[in-house]
């Protein structure tokens, strides 16, 4: 199992452009959440979906858009990257409660 | 008032100490209640759930209060190994969503 995977690993955007970071878990998990973290900060929820076909906005969704049409895969949008996107983004899956983090994607927005 | 609080720290503890941190909620609905660890620049990952008897796993003790809403976790016998950030991480009440809310951490400095 490679458990949650995310691509890619870094990136650096211009203010304006767009760019979709990938979330693949393979445990057939129904849930899936994505975070941002800011540095010395916690995570923040972004969007989840409970299954596929499923999606709704979590805590801090302006800026962003996500879709679930497998249950193994869970893109997210960002159309017009602005300077407050840069962060840390985190994927994470669930079957019940624990949930599994994937690497991570550090984004910089110049 | 933040949903999930904790001290950020740093605690800077000598090897071998023990060291306690807590954190509180504001959801009296919540019904789950996790410590995460996290590594400098890695992804957090469960260290334990916690639960209303309290429970205890190795050098790891948990305890939740939910008259108070408060929960907290000892470490004893502190290692070099244990120098991370501990997220204490609640569930978002008693929605079935599986949405967790997480604290900003409480960093550990274990030294030598």
């Known amino acids: 199992n490679a458990g949650v995977t995310q691509t890619p690993k870094f990136r650096i955007l211009k203010i304006g452009q767009s760019m979709t970071l990938q979330c693949a878990q393979d445990?057939?998990?129904?849930?899936m959440y994505w975070y941002r973290q800011d540095p010395g900060m916690g995570l923040k929820l972004i969007y989840y979906?409970?299954?596929?076909?499923?999606?709704d906005k979590g805590e801090v969704p302006n800026g962003y858009n996500v879709s679930r049409s497998t249950t193994e895969d869970f893109p997210l949008r960002l159309e017009l990257a602005a300077p407050s996107q840069t962060s840390v983004y985190f994927c994470?899956?669930?079957?019940?409660?624990?949930?599994?983090f994937g690497p991570g994607t550090r984004l910089t927005v110049l | 008032r933040k949903e999930v609080e904790q001290d950020p720290g740093p605690f800077n503890v000598p090897e071998g100490a023990t060291v306690a941190f807590n954190c509180t909620y504001s959801?009296?609905?919540?019904?789950?209640f996790f410590w995460y660890r996290q590594d400098c620049r890695k992804e957090p990952k469960l260290l334990m759930s916690?639960?209303?008897s309290g429970n205890e796993d190795g050098r790891f003790t948990a305890q939740l209060n939910r008259a108070s809403q408060y929960i907290s976790l000892l470490i004893r016998d502190s290692k070099l190994s244990d120098s991370a950030t501990y997220l204490c991480?609640?569930?978002?009440?008693?929605?079935?969503?599986?949405?967790?809310?997480f604290g900003q951490g409480t960093t550990l400095q274990v030294k030598p």
């Open positions: 994470a899956s669930s079957l019940l409660s624990e949930q599994f």
């Open positions: 445990m057939n998990h129904n849930y």
């Open positions: 979906s409970v299954g596929a076909g499923i999606t």
């Open positions: 959801n009296s609905a919540s019904q789950s």
């Open positions: 916690v639960y209303s």
């Open positions: 991480v609640v569930n978002g009440g008693s929605s079935n969503t599986g949405k967790l809310i």
